[in-house]
């Protein structure tokens, strides 16, 4: 597997021991200059949107902001319509210092930049945008209380990661090309096609990935996107369900990566989701005809239940729902 989170680290830690030392003069310390350049680029921004930019937590933001107020170089003011809001701002003192932070940054990126050509700086400034993007969606996902969870077969881990908005193409591709993969052959060519637009469609998929009761999951093989999971709670569910229940709405795994134990793994990772969100039945449907796939969720402990009507089209397709019960 490819190491880039090493390199990145060096560079990180280098750079910023470096601005420590340099912005001594300042009173600025632990990374404090980074704070002031978020408060020159958005003025009047308040803490929580500051440290959702820098990464870091609320007592984090809340401490190197009071450190800058007592060196006089942010000042903060309530809201004009709510005094619980408060706003920063830059005092005289704290833009006097900013362009000197802004030369050092110059002067760094330039410096790290030694030995590249023009094309390949841009090409390592989109390439790292999207390492960036990646981190950020984890950096959310485990800060709104979600947990990663790893899983590692024969000595590779095999990563499920929450999927961004980012990747909605990535999402979109996958999505009709699995759908298609398991039901063209049994539906008409043009209910298929109506189904795939009216159910993957960017603007429907963008507001399942921005329902805070879904969560969509990539999970990854050798580096490429092998297959996808969607969950519901609560009200983002399909049929009428128990507060307790977490339903399992999409559950995919590309051909040229079956039988390597992906689904399993998904399965697996959605139950983990169930028990994070204190649900304790966990249920699906099942096309009635799909008899590897019900076999498959009945190997898992899934027991039939009950069924539903799937409607594709014209043609109106009984799904057989099966429901796991967890033991808390």
């Known amino acids: 597997m490819t190491e880039i989170l090493r390199p990145i680290g060096v560079i990180a830690r280098a750079l910023e021991s470096i601005a420590n030392i340099e912005f001594q003069q300042y009173d600025l310390t632990r990374g404090q200059y980074l704070y002031l350049?978020?408060?020159?680029?958005q003025p009047g921004i308040i803490q929580e949107?500051?440290?959702?930019l820098l990464k870091v937590d609320r007592a984090t933001v809340t401490r190197a902001v009071q450190q800058l107020i007592k060196h006089g170089l942010v000042e903060r003011y309530p809201d004009k319509t709510n005094r619980k809001i408060k706003h920063l701002y830059l005092t005289?003192?704290?833009?006097?210092?900013?362009?000197?932070i802004k030369a050092e940054n110059d002067y760094s990126n330039q410096m790290a930049l030694t030995g590249l050509t023009t094309d390949e700086a841009h090409n390592l400034e989109a390439l790292?945008?999207?390492?960036?993007?990646?981190?950020?969606?984890?950096?959310?996902?485990?800060k709104k209380g979600h947990v990663r969870h790893y899983y590692n077969k024969g000595g590779i881990t095999m990563p499920i990661q929450a999927v961004t908005l980012n990747?909605?193409?990535?999402?979109?591709?996958?999505?009709?090309?699995?759908?298609?993969?398991?039901?063209?052959?049994?539906?008409?060519?043009?209910d298929l096609a109506?189904?795939?637009?009216?159910?993957?469609?960017?603007?429907?998929?963008?507001?399942?990935?921005?329902?805070?009761?879904?969560?969509?999951?990539?999970?990854?093989?050798?580096?490429?996107?092998?297959?996808?999971?969607?969950?519901?709670?609560?009200?983002?569910?399909?049929?009428?369900?128990?507060?307790?229940?977490?339903?399992?709405?999409?559950?995919?795994?590309?051909?040229?990566?079956?039988?390597l134990g992906l689904g399993t793994q998904l399965i697996n990772h959605a139950l983990a989701v169930a028990q994070q969100f204190h649900k304790t039945n966990v249920w699906l449907g099942v096309w009635e005809h799909n008899t590897a796939a019900l076999n498959f969720y009945k190997n898992l402990g899934f027991s039939q239940v009950?069924?539903?009507?799937?409607?594709?089209?014209s043609d109106a397709q009984r799904d057989l729902i099966m429901q796991k019960t967890l033991t808390v």
């Open 194 to 259: 109506n189904y795939l637009e009216e159910a993957y469609n960017t603007d429907r998929l963008t507001s399942e990935l921005e329902n805070p009761d879904s969560f969509f999951y990539f999970i990854y093989q050798d580096g490429e996107v092998a297959g996808y999971l969607k969950l519901n709670i609560d009200g983002a569910q399909t049929e009428k369900a128990a507060p307790d229940s977490l339903e399992i709405e999409r559950i995919y795994i590309r051909q040229s990566f079956k039988r």
């Open 128 to 142: 790292l945008s999207k390492v960036s993007a990646n981190v950020a969606a984890n950096w959310d996902f485990v």
């Open 92 to 100: 005289e003192a704290g833009r006097a210092v900013y362009p000197a």
């Open 49 to 52: 949107r500051l440290g959702e």
């Open 37 to 41: 350049v978020r408060i020159t680029e």
């Open 306 to 313: 009950g069924d539903h009507i799937f409607q594709l089209g």
């Open 167 to 190: 990747q909605l193409p990535d999402l979109q591709s996958i999505s009709r090309e699995t759908f298609t993969a398991t039901f063209g052959a049994e539906n008409a060519a043009e």
